[in-house]
């Protein structure tokens, strides 16, 4: 693949980008238009307030207006990247978001990074020793850690090393990037476990077939070290479908680790639009359904770069043509 | 229901209930099984239930506290008093920002801000502040703030709006006093000045600041013992202590407000030493298990739950379904059923709490001896609904969000014994506040929370509009005429004797009609493992409270 078709392919992803982030937009405003409740509802939270009061309110956020307008209204802000207040807080959208959005990426690449070492090494290193009694208890393990919700471990984490073995802090965020390793460590460790589980049996099953094939044999055959076998042709062959699975966790490990972030109070990214799904904060489920969609497609469009360095098939495909 | 700790704020967090929940079953295993409140060792009255011995301004305790590290449920996203912000948010408030009086515990006023204040007129009430109470850039507060605050507080637009909806106007009289003109006579009034929603900041500073006051970023300067250090919405608060105080320097010289997306990791926090207090849980059982026995304090509040039943509908329109139900609520079950957070069964919808603010024990007992309750009776509750438009009972849908599901499961399973069958449907929160103000009303349970002391506070949940239609917190949809004019006179009259005759009244129109059952005295709950506070009562949170913190 040239560059110019490396270049193309990600202008082609940006433009579809642009796309999607149109039409979820649209999507996500109706949803939320046709669910029951306003923002005045939630704000007000069925507590004392004047005729005066709700008015104003209805005012402020446009609900006397018809639907297309409304949308027309928050659209024309977004595109200059304005996304208005938050209704529940009245906080801008960005500074909340803002906020949260530090420690929720540590999190995530945190637990990305925790995720690719705790699954991969040990389905590679099962691979090897296939029937074995370390592959079977490492299987077992996986089987546990993938039976064990996310929200499970990390209370049990809590309890087993911030409790009764105190060697990480219970809560918090920490401050500067050792601090954060430090109480990010039990919450990264719960949200990769249960995916580390799934990547380990993936790992390992696409190891297994590589072992398999029989350029490996003929590697083998031709007198190559084990080694040199086991890197260059069968572990960068066995990462390729582990790469196709891992361009979405690192999108899935920012937006969806609400039940982490919960269970260690950590007010990131996924609480925050848990909250503003419950309370129809229109403008926050906006900027976040668009800040989601910006990272799926990006943490995608990574992963396929990752296959044109992984894959020679892929990289010089346009050079064969 | 009013502001701070009303269920809607604890069901905000239903999915963090789910893991408390389950982290409960988890950790109750490996956690102590301690009593679920602690009693006092001595056998005496709990910390909790003593009343403040110190004068205005001055800490309970002498013992100097470093750091205090405060667990707060949910999120601190501003400290604009005049916005939105969660029950977290209003209780970290409270330590920098300070209202002119002080509610005690027998719900009467003290001096705070304000050291003398009058009613001068039918109409009129008058402040005088006390002089020398230095903000934290050290300039003097007068009248102006006072002024300043109030108007913006009760501006329209503003969230505290409804509060001061009886005020004509607030003039500074002079440099230190405060005269208050409100539209017509309204006993209620009296006890505005002591409320959180009623506290007092700098003027020049909010004018300096202007949208961007009280948002992290900006924050806001008041007269409080602690001043606003820093603030993220994600993480919480850092305090410090104001070395001009006007009390004195505070004895605990800085506060980390921790925020804390549900019990289980906030129980899990105060055992491991992270936090020292949390002022507030929604769970007591629940975390107790998970904090290891022994560390929180529950003490019964003048607030009281209610089973909303919606007039307007048939059956319920029918007084003897009503009283049916009203007979076959067993509350001891419900308040079991609450995990700790009940105070106590609680039989009419005004706590006497409320109504000792008007009378003594004896006279109040007096008053209310022609009010009817309902106490668990299956027999009479057959007996009523055999009386009724439905003698074989029937099926009606229970409304309520995830948080009150338990309790509306033990409602339900109680109904059932005398045949009305009860279909429960969880809702969003949104959505339920949305059927609560909607023209049809749910049959549905809920949280009144913090009381204001005086009993005209249960108007809230009987209002009607100018046509006789319920409007407001009116979720039954209660519409008696006579029950219009009663709370009209409540507020209008200003002694003390007539007034309790009047809610009285009230109370007998409700005891005969049913419009809801009450429940149980909603309870307040701290857990700490070295300190208490000192007069937790109703209204524990008006002032800077860790001023009432002392060790144990």
């Known amino acids: 693949m040239s560059a110019r078709a490396i270049l193309l392919m990600i202008g082609k992803r940006l433009v579809a980008l642009v796309v999607l982030i149109a039409i979820l937009s649209f999507l996500v405003f109706s949803l939320v238009h046709i669910a029951p409740g306003t923002v005045v509802d939630a704000y007000l939270g069925g507590k004392p307030a004047t005729p005066e009061l709700v008015q104003a309110l209805t005012e402020r956020y446009h609900l006397d207006e018809p639907f297309l307008t409304q949308y027309w209204l928050w659209l024309r802000d977004a595109l200059v990247f304005d996304f208005g207040e938050s209704t529940l807080t009245t906080l801008p959208v960005t500074d909340e978001i803002g906020a949260r959005l530090g420690p929720s990426a540590f999190l995530a690449v945190y637990a990305y990074l925790l995720t690719l070492i705790l699954g991969v090494i040990p389905g590679v290193v099962a691979a090897l020793r296939q029937r074995k009694t370390l592959d079977r208890g490492l299987v077992a393990g996986a089987v546990v850690a993938l039976s064990t919700p996310p929200f499970v471990m990390g209370i049990l984490l809590l309890y087993l090393f911030a409790v009764l073995v105190p060697v990480f802090p219970a809560a918090g965020l920490g401050e500067g990037f050792l601090d954060q390793l430090w109480h990010l460590t039990l919450p990264a460790l719960a949200l990769a476990l249960c995916v580390a589980a799934f990547l380990l049996r993936h790992s390992r099953a696409s190891m297994i077939k590589v072992l398999d094939q029989d350029y490996i044999m003929f590697a083998r055959a031709r007198g190559l070290s084990r080694r040199h076998v086991l890197v260059r042709y069968a572990f960068r062959n066995a990462l390729i479908p582990v790469v196709t699975v891992s361009g979405s966790l690192l999108a899935f490990f920012f937006a969806g680790a609400v039940f982490v972030e919960t269970a260690f109070s950590l007010g990131g990214i996924g609480e925050l639009l848990v909250q503003a799904t419950e309370t129809s904060d229109m403008p926050m489920i906006q900027a976040l359904a668009m800040l989601i969609a910006v990272l799926i497609v990006l943490a995608n469009l990574l992963a396929d770069l990752a296959y044109v360095a992984i894959d020679p098939r892929i990289r010089f495909e346009g050079r064969s043509a | ?66 750091r205090l590290s405060l667990g707060i449920a949910g999120q601190i996203t501003l400290v604009n008093p005049a916005e939105n912000m969660g029950a977290g948010g209003l209780y970290a408030n409270q330590l920098g920002l300070e209202p002119l009086l002080r509610i005690d515990a027998q719900g009467k006023l003290q001096p705070w801000l304000a050291t003398e204040w009058k009613r001068v007129g039918d109409k009129v009430y008058e402040y005088t502040l006390r002089q020398g109470v230095k903000f934290w850039d050290g300039t003097e507060l007068t009248s102006q703030d006072v002024k300043y605050s109030w108007d913006r507080l009760r501006a329209t637009g503003s969230r505290r709006s409804a509060y001061f909806a009886p005020v004509d106007t607030v003039e500074a009289a002079d440099t230190y006093t405060v005269r208050v003109r409100l539209k017509q006579p309204d006993a209620s009034w009296q006890y505005t000045p002591a409320m959180w929603y009623s506290v007092v900041f700098q003027k020049k500073f909010a004018e300096q600041t202007g949208t961007k006051f009280g948002q992290p970023g900006t924050l806001l300067v008041a007269t409080g013992p602690w001043k606003f250090d820093s603030l993220n919405p994600a993480t919480g608060m850092e305090l410090s202590a104001h070395a001009g105080y006007w009390g004195g320097k505070p004895r605990v010289d800085r506060i980390s407000v921790k925020s804390f997306a549900d019990d289980n990791s906030m129980a899990l926090a105060l055992r491991a030493g992270e936090i020292d207090l949390a ?105 009523e609904l055999a009386r009724s438009s439905v003698p074989g009972g029937f099926r009606f849908t229970f409304k309520t969000i995830a948080a009150s599901a338990p309790i509306a499961q033990v409602i339900a399973a109680q109904l059932k014994q005398i045949g009305i069958d009860l279909e429960i449907k969880v809702l969003t929160e949104t959505a339920w506040y949305a059927e609560l103000g909607g023209q049809n009303k749910p049959l549905t349970y809920f949280e009144t929370g913090p009381c204001v002391p005086d009993p005209s506070w249960a108007a809230l949940f009987l209002s009607t509009d100018k046509t006789g239609a319920p409007v407001g917190l009116n979720f039954a949809g209660y519409t008696k005429p006579e029950m219009k004019k009663l709370l009209a006179d409540g507020l209008l009259e200003q002694d003390p004797q007539e007034r309790l005759a009047i809610y009285a009244k009230v109370l007998e129109h409700l005891g005969e009609d049913v419009p809801y059952v009450p429940l149980y005295a909603e309870g307040n709950t701290y857990a700490s493992i070295d300190y208490d506070l000192v007069e937790f009562g109703s209204f524990w949170s008006n002032m800077p409270w860790v001023l009432n913190v002392i060790p144990k």
């Open chain 2, 279 to 383: 002022p507030t849980v929604g769970g007591p059982t629940g975390f107790d298990a998970a904090a290891g026995g022994g560390t929180v304090t529950t003490v019964g509040t003048c607030a009281t739950s209610l089973l909303s039943l919606p007039l307007q509908q048939a059956p319920w329109n029918d007084v003897h379904v009503r009283r049916a139900v009203a007979h076959a609520i067993k509350r001891e079950d419900i308040v079991a059923a609450t995990q700790g957070r009940a105070g106590g069964p609680e039989s009419t919808l005004m706590s006497p709490l409320l109504l000792r603010t008007l009378g003594s024990e004896k006279e109040v007992k007096a008053a209310l001896e022609e009010v009817e309750t309902y106490p668990y009776d299956l027999k009479a509750a057959k007996a």
């Open chain 2, 1 to 66: 229901m009013s502001e701070t700790n009303s269920v809607p704020r604890r069901g905000r967090w239903h999915l963090a209930l789910t893991l408390a929940a389950l982290a409960a079953v988890l950790l109750t295993a490996c956690a102590g099984t301690g009593p679920a409140a602690r009693k006092d060792p001595d056998g005496g009255p709990r910390p909790a239930d003593t009343a403040r011995s110190a004068d205005p301004g001055k800490p309970v305790s002498d013992q100097h506290i470093p």
